[in-house]
């Protein structure tokens, strides 16, 4: 985990909900579960761009121009 911190704003009727949907869980604050979610969230946004590895993109290219479908 990061060893430096910054301070985000959030709407004070967010944080109450958030207080709220965390209370009685394992997440200790809602700074720790906007950076859990946030993680999450990036995470996700990686896993999408990478639907395909270098290895697999050159293996459709190969096999597309086996076909004849491109050059």
């Given at each position: ?38 993680r999450e ?31």
């Amino acid at each position: 985990m990061d060893k430096e911190f910054t301070t985000v704003s959030i709407p004070t009727s967010l944080h109450k909900k958030i207080e709220e949907a965390i209370r009685g869980t394992e997440i200790g604050s809602v700074s720790a579960y906007i950076v859990k979610v946030v993680r999450e969230s990036l995470s996700k946004e990686q896993e999408a761009k990478e639907v395909f590895s270098k290895e697999d993109e050159e293996k459709v290219k190969e096999r597309l121009k086996a076909l004849g479908y491109i050059d």
